[in-house]
Protein backbone atom coordinates (compact mmCIF):
# COMPACT_ATOMS: atom_id res chain seq x y z
CA UNK A 1 0.00 0.00 0.00
CA UNK A 2 1.35 3.22 -1.06
CA UNK A 3 1.34 5.34 2.04
CA UNK A 4 0.14 8.90 1.99
CA UNK A 5 1.92 12.40 1.01
CA UNK A 6 1.33 14.64 4.45
CA UNK A 7 0.66 18.19 3.83
CA UNK A 8 1.50 20.73 6.87
CA UNK A 9 0.57 24.26 5.39
CA UNK A 10 2.04 24.94 2.43
CA UNK A 11 4.77 22.21 2.83
CA UNK A 12 4.02 19.28 1.25
CA UNK A 13 6.23 15.94 2.25
CA UNK A 14 6.02 12.82 0.04
CA UNK A 15 6.66 10.24 2.42
CA UNK A 16 4.61 10.84 6.08
CA UNK A 17 7.52 9.89 7.91
CA UNK A 18 9.23 12.30 10.13
CA UNK A 19 12.73 11.14 11.51
CA UNK A 20 12.88 12.24 15.44
CA UNK A 21 15.27 14.66 16.99
CA UNK A 22 18.02 12.70 19.06
CA UNK A 23 20.77 14.13 20.60
CA UNK A 24 23.41 14.64 21.24
CA UNK A 25 24.82 14.36 18.27
CA UNK A 26 22.75 11.11 16.89
CA UNK A 27 20.90 13.47 14.14
CA UNK A 28 22.84 15.64 12.79
CA UNK A 29 23.08 16.62 9.08
CA UNK A 30 24.16 13.12 7.37
CA UNK A 31 20.84 11.53 8.88
CA UNK A 32 18.42 14.42 8.76
CA UNK A 33 19.70 15.21 4.88
CA UNK A 34 18.97 11.33 3.40
CA UNK A 35 15.58 11.26 5.03
CA UNK A 36 14.72 14.38 3.69
CA UNK A 37 16.33 13.54 0.29
CA UNK A 38 14.38 9.93 0.65
CA UNK A 39 11.17 11.99 1.15
CA UNK A 40 10.19 12.26 4.64
CA UNK A 41 11.27 15.11 7.07
CA UNK A 42 14.92 14.99 8.30
CA UNK A 43 15.10 16.45 11.84
CA UNK A 44 18.56 17.70 13.14
CA UNK A 45 18.45 17.85 17.37
CA UNK A 46 19.74 20.84 18.49
CA UNK A 47 20.67 19.41 21.67
CA UNK A 48 24.82 20.29 22.67
CA UNK A 49 24.77 20.11 18.53
CA UNK A 50 28.21 22.53 18.64
CA UNK A 51 29.60 19.70 20.74
CA UNK A 52 32.52 18.71 18.42
CA UNK A 53 33.60 22.67 18.36
CA UNK A 54 36.78 23.66 20.01
CA UNK A 55 35.12 26.48 21.71
CA UNK A 56 32.42 23.93 22.94
CA UNK A 57 33.87 22.98 26.43
CA UNK A 58 34.41 26.76 27.52
CA UNK A 59 31.20 28.75 25.03
CA UNK A 60 29.20 25.66 24.95
CA UNK A 61 26.16 28.30 23.68
CA UNK A 62 28.09 29.95 21.39
CA UNK A 63 29.21 27.04 19.97
CA UNK A 64 26.01 25.29 19.73
CA UNK A 65 23.95 28.53 17.88
CA UNK A 66 27.16 28.62 15.68
CA UNK A 67 26.71 25.57 14.35
CA UNK A 68 22.80 25.67 14.02
CA UNK A 69 23.35 26.93 10.59
CA UNK A 70 25.98 25.41 9.74
CA UNK A 71 24.84 22.11 10.12
CA UNK A 72 21.35 22.97 8.42
CA UNK A 73 23.68 24.12 5.66
CA UNK A 74 25.53 20.54 5.40
CA UNK A 75 21.64 18.78 4.72
CA UNK A 76 20.58 20.93 2.44
CA UNK A 77 23.48 19.99 0.42
CA UNK A 78 22.33 16.74 0.63
CA UNK A 79 18.54 17.41 0.03
CA UNK A 80 18.32 21.06 -1.90
CA UNK A 81 14.22 20.26 -1.92
CA UNK A 82 13.68 18.26 1.02
CA UNK A 83 11.67 18.81 4.11
CA UNK A 84 13.88 19.80 6.93
CA UNK A 85 14.24 21.33 10.69
CA UNK A 86 15.39 20.96 14.34
CA UNK A 87 14.18 19.20 17.41
CA UNK A 88 14.48 21.80 20.45
CA UNK A 89 13.98 21.05 23.97
CA UNK A 90 11.65 24.14 26.10
CA UNK A 91 14.05 22.78 29.15
CA UNK A 92 17.19 24.18 26.93
CA UNK A 93 18.85 26.92 28.95
CA UNK A 94 18.48 30.05 26.52
CA UNK A 95 15.55 28.16 24.48
CA UNK A 96 14.21 31.31 22.88
CA UNK A 97 17.67 31.87 21.31
CA UNK A 98 17.87 28.54 19.63
CA UNK A 99 15.21 28.84 18.20
CA UNK A 100 15.21 32.03 16.75
CA UNK A 101 18.79 30.75 15.20
CA UNK A 102 17.09 27.81 13.80
CA UNK A 103 14.48 30.04 12.18
CA UNK A 104 16.98 32.58 10.86
CA UNK A 105 19.30 29.45 9.40
CA UNK A 106 16.10 29.00 6.98
CA UNK A 107 14.49 25.69 8.95
CA UNK A 108 10.95 24.33 7.46
CA UNK A 109 9.89 22.99 10.80
CA UNK A 110 10.52 23.26 14.67
CA UNK A 111 9.51 20.92 16.54
CA UNK A 112 9.72 21.06 20.34
CA UNK A 113 8.77 18.84 23.42
CA UNK A 114 10.75 18.35 26.78
CA UNK A 115 8.14 20.99 28.63
CA UNK A 116 5.20 22.75 26.91
CA UNK A 117 6.90 25.10 24.48
CA UNK A 118 4.13 28.29 25.39
CA UNK A 119 6.30 30.71 23.79
CA UNK A 120 7.02 29.25 20.67
CA UNK A 121 3.85 31.02 18.26
CA UNK A 122 5.93 34.41 19.27
CA UNK A 123 9.35 33.53 18.46
CA UNK A 124 7.97 31.75 15.03
CA UNK A 125 5.77 34.70 14.14
CA UNK A 126 6.53 36.32 11.09
CA UNK A 127 8.72 33.55 9.59
CA UNK A 128 7.61 30.28 7.36
CA UNK A 129 8.88 28.41 9.98
CA UNK A 130 5.92 25.80 10.72
CA UNK A 131 5.73 24.66 14.39
CA UNK A 132 5.01 21.39 16.19
CA UNK A 133 4.74 20.94 20.20
CA UNK A 134 5.31 17.77 21.80
CA UNK A 135 2.16 16.33 23.53
CA UNK A 136 1.71 12.98 25.71
CA UNK A 137 -2.06 13.88 26.91
CA UNK A 138 -5.14 15.31 25.93
CA UNK A 139 -4.63 17.10 28.76
CA UNK A 140 -1.42 18.87 27.60
CA UNK A 141 -3.06 19.30 24.10
CA UNK A 142 -5.67 21.16 25.70
CA UNK A 143 -3.81 23.31 27.81
CA UNK A 144 -1.65 24.21 25.35
CA UNK A 145 -3.69 25.02 22.31
CA UNK A 146 -5.51 27.23 24.81
CA UNK A 147 -3.01 28.68 25.44
CA UNK A 148 -1.59 29.88 22.37
CA UNK A 149 -5.36 30.76 20.96
CA UNK A 150 -5.50 33.04 23.83
CA UNK A 151 -2.06 34.48 24.06
CA UNK A 152 -1.27 34.40 20.83
CA UNK A 153 -4.46 33.74 18.37
CA UNK A 154 -2.70 31.22 16.72
CA UNK A 155 -2.63 27.54 16.57
CA UNK A 156 0.15 24.79 15.93
CA UNK A 157 0.97 23.93 12.22
CA UNK A 158 1.23 20.10 12.82
CA UNK A 159 1.36 18.01 16.32
CA UNK A 160 3.47 15.29 17.62
CA UNK A 161 1.50 12.84 20.09
CA UNK A 162 4.44 11.11 21.74
CA UNK A 163 3.86 7.89 23.64
CA UNK A 164 5.37 5.83 27.02
CA UNK A 165 7.06 3.46 24.52
CA UNK A 166 9.27 6.07 22.78
CA UNK A 167 13.34 6.45 23.66
CA UNK A 168 15.23 9.77 25.61
CA UNK A 169 13.14 11.85 27.53
CA UNK A 170 9.54 11.02 28.46
CA UNK A 171 6.56 13.46 29.02
CA UNK A 172 4.89 10.50 31.80
CA UNK A 173 5.35 9.19 35.16
CA UNK A 174 7.55 6.67 36.06
CA UNK A 175 4.88 4.25 36.62
CA UNK A 176 2.89 5.42 33.31
CA UNK A 177 6.18 5.01 31.34
CA UNK A 178 5.90 0.96 31.59
CA UNK A 179 2.11 1.43 29.82
CA UNK A 180 1.74 -1.12 27.16
CA UNK A 181 1.65 0.90 24.02
CA UNK A 182 -1.89 -0.48 23.04
CA UNK A 183 -3.36 1.35 26.57
CA UNK A 184 -2.28 4.58 25.32
CA UNK A 185 -4.10 4.04 21.89
CA UNK A 186 -7.32 5.10 24.12
CA UNK A 187 -5.95 8.71 24.44
CA UNK A 188 -5.25 9.48 20.92
CA UNK A 189 -9.31 10.15 19.74
CA UNK A 190 -9.40 12.05 22.51
CA UNK A 191 -5.68 14.16 21.66
CA UNK A 192 -7.56 13.86 17.86
CA UNK A 193 -11.20 15.39 19.18
CA UNK A 194 -9.44 18.44 20.88
CA UNK A 195 -7.33 19.29 17.71
CA UNK A 196 -10.42 19.14 15.78
CA UNK A 197 -11.54 22.13 17.39
CA UNK A 198 -8.76 24.14 16.59
CA UNK A 199 -8.77 22.98 13.49
CA UNK A 200 -11.96 24.15 12.20
CA UNK A 201 -11.49 27.53 14.43
CA UNK A 202 -8.43 28.22 12.42
CA UNK A 203 -9.88 26.69 9.19
CA UNK A 204 -6.62 24.77 8.98
CA UNK A 205 -5.41 21.88 8.45
CA UNK A 206 -3.54 20.61 12.04
CA UNK A 207 -1.85 17.00 11.26
CA UNK A 208 -1.06 14.40 14.35
CA UNK A 209 1.89 12.53 14.10
CA UNK A 210 2.37 9.82 16.11
CA UNK A 211 5.48 9.02 18.15
CA UNK A 212 7.03 5.96 20.31
CA UNK A 213 7.47 2.10 19.73
CA UNK A 214 6.78 2.77 15.84
CA UNK A 215 8.66 -0.18 14.01
CA UNK A 216 7.34 -1.15 10.85
CA UNK A 217 4.69 -0.50 8.06
CA UNK A 218 2.13 -2.42 9.94
CA UNK A 219 2.77 0.13 12.81
CA UNK A 220 2.20 3.14 10.67
CA UNK A 221 -0.87 2.12 8.66
CA UNK A 222 -2.48 1.49 12.04
CA UNK A 223 -1.60 5.40 13.41
CA UNK A 224 -3.52 6.33 9.88
CA UNK A 225 -6.26 3.84 11.13
CA UNK A 226 -6.91 5.66 13.80
CA UNK A 227 -6.65 9.48 12.60
CA UNK A 228 -2.85 10.49 12.58
CA UNK A 229 -1.39 11.88 8.83
CA UNK A 230 1.80 10.19 9.53
CA UNK A 231 4.49 8.78 12.53
CA UNK A 232 7.47 10.35 13.56
CA UNK A 233 10.15 7.43 14.06
CA UNK A 234 13.51 7.47 15.76
CA UNK A 235 15.37 4.72 16.90
CA UNK A 236 14.96 2.59 13.89
CA UNK A 237 17.34 5.35 11.92
CA UNK A 238 20.27 4.93 14.07
CA UNK A 239 21.56 1.47 12.73
CA UNK A 240 21.32 2.99 9.11
CA UNK A 241 25.05 4.22 7.46
CA UNK A 242 24.30 7.19 7.47
CA UNK A 243 23.39 7.92 11.19
CA UNK A 244 25.55 10.25 12.78
CA UNK A 245 26.00 8.38 15.97
CA UNK A 246 29.38 6.31 16.08
CA UNK A 247 29.88 2.76 15.60
CA UNK A 248 29.54 1.70 19.19
CA UNK A 249 26.45 3.34 19.61
CA UNK A 250 25.01 1.32 16.40
CA UNK A 251 26.38 -2.02 18.12
CA UNK A 252 24.67 -0.90 21.29
CA UNK A 253 21.19 -1.05 20.01
CA UNK A 254 22.23 -4.36 17.82
CA UNK A 255 23.49 -5.84 20.78
CA UNK A 256 20.73 -4.54 23.18
CA UNK A 257 18.18 -7.59 24.38
CA UNK A 258 14.65 -6.59 25.76
CA UNK A 259 15.84 -6.95 29.06
CA UNK A 260 18.51 -4.57 28.20
CA UNK A 261 15.99 -1.85 27.38
CA UNK A 262 15.61 0.43 31.18
CA UNK A 263 13.54 3.67 32.38
CA UNK A 264 16.18 5.88 34.15
CA UNK A 265 15.76 8.91 36.36
CA UNK A 266 17.49 12.04 34.51
CA UNK A 267 18.98 15.00 36.07
CA UNK A 268 16.00 16.81 33.79
CA UNK A 269 13.57 15.32 36.06
CA UNK A 270 11.69 13.02 33.66
CA UNK A 271 12.29 9.52 32.93
CA UNK A 272 14.22 8.27 30.20
CA UNK A 273 14.19 5.13 28.35
CA UNK A 274 17.85 3.76 27.54
CA UNK A 275 20.36 0.92 26.97
CA UNK A 276 21.88 -0.80 30.27
CA UNK A 277 25.12 -0.85 30.46
CA UNK A 278 28.24 0.27 33.16
CA UNK A 279 27.39 3.51 33.04
CA UNK A 280 23.51 2.77 34.41
CA UNK A 281 24.66 0.17 36.80
CA UNK A 282 26.87 3.38 37.96
CA UNK A 283 24.58 5.73 38.48
CA UNK A 284 22.37 3.30 40.75
CA UNK A 285 25.16 3.67 43.30
CA UNK A 286 24.73 7.32 43.95
CA UNK A 287 24.92 10.42 42.09
CA UNK A 288 28.55 11.21 40.04
CA UNK A 289 29.22 15.04 41.44
CA UNK A 290 29.47 17.35 37.63
CA UNK A 291 33.28 18.62 37.32
CA UNK A 292 32.29 20.73 34.70
CA UNK A 293 28.81 22.84 33.37
CA UNK A 294 28.28 22.58 29.53
CA UNK A 295 25.02 25.29 30.38
CA UNK A 296 22.29 22.59 28.42
CA UNK A 297 19.58 22.95 30.71
CA UNK A 298 17.55 25.87 32.04
CA UNK A 299 18.32 26.53 35.93
CA UNK A 300 14.49 25.64 36.29
CA UNK A 301 15.08 22.05 35.38
CA UNK A 302 19.12 21.37 36.48
CA UNK A 303 20.33 22.10 40.06
CA UNK A 304 23.99 21.16 40.25
CA UNK A 305 23.84 20.73 43.80
CA UNK A 306 21.20 17.66 43.67
CA UNK A 307 21.40 16.52 39.93
CA UNK A 308 21.95 12.58 40.32
CA UNK A 309 24.62 13.11 37.05
CA UNK A 310 25.28 15.45 34.29
CA UNK A 311 23.12 14.92 31.73
CA UNK A 312 25.40 16.35 28.85
CA UNK A 313 28.55 14.65 29.71
CA UNK A 314 26.64 11.49 29.61
CA UNK A 315 25.10 12.16 26.12
CA UNK A 316 28.80 13.41 24.67
CA UNK A 317 30.53 10.20 26.11
CA UNK A 318 28.19 8.09 23.88
CA UNK A 319 28.44 10.28 21.04
CA UNK A 320 31.97 10.55 21.01
CA UNK A 321 32.30 6.42 20.24
CA UNK A 322 32.18 5.54 24.60
CA UNK A 323 28.74 4.03 24.59
CA UNK A 324 30.06 1.87 27.61
CA UNK A 325 30.41 4.85 29.63
CA UNK A 326 27.78 7.06 28.76
CA UNK A 327 24.07 7.37 28.45
CA UNK A 328 22.37 5.51 25.03
CA UNK A 329 18.87 6.39 24.57
CA UNK A 330 16.68 4.17 22.99
CA UNK A 331 13.30 3.32 21.91
CA UNK A 332 11.42 0.18 23.73
CA UNK A 333 11.57 -1.59 20.45
CA UNK A 334 15.20 -1.47 19.83
CA UNK A 335 15.12 -5.88 20.45
CA UNK A 336 14.35 -6.22 17.01
CA UNK A 337 17.19 -4.72 15.35
CA UNK A 338 19.62 -6.88 14.04
CA UNK A 339 21.25 -5.90 11.42
CA UNK A 340 22.69 -2.18 10.04
CA UNK A 341 20.92 -0.97 6.35
CA UNK A 342 20.80 2.62 4.68
CA UNK A 343 18.54 5.25 4.84
CA UNK A 344 16.93 4.52 1.26
CA UNK A 345 16.24 0.54 2.48
CA UNK A 346 14.56 1.25 5.62
CA UNK A 347 12.40 4.25 3.87
CA UNK A 348 11.94 1.67 1.00
CA UNK A 349 10.90 -1.27 3.22
CA UNK A 350 8.91 1.30 5.33
CA UNK A 351 6.47 3.14 2.21
CA UNK A 352 6.72 -0.20 -0.18
Not at 68 to 96: C, D, H, Q, S, W
Not at 133 to 159: G, M, N, Q, R
Not at 235 to 242: G, H, I, L, Q, W
Not at 244 to 263: G, H, R, V
Amino acid sequence: MKLPELTIDDLTVPVPIVQGGMGVGISLASLSGNVAKEGGIGIISAAQIGFKRADFFDHPIKANLAQIPLELEKARKIAPNGVLGFNIMVATNRYEEYVQAAIEAGADVIISGAGLPLKLPALAQNSKTKIAPVISSAKAAKILLHYWEKHFDLTADFIVVESPAAGGHLGFSYDEAEMPLADFDQELPKILKIVARFRDKYQKSIPVLFAGGVYDQKDILHYLALGCSGVQMASRFVTTKECDAPASFKEAYLNATAEDIQIIKSPVGMPGRAIHNPFTEKIKSGPIPPQHCYQCLSRKHCDRKTIPFCISKSLIDSAAGDAQNGLVFAGSTIARLKEMTTVHELMKELTE
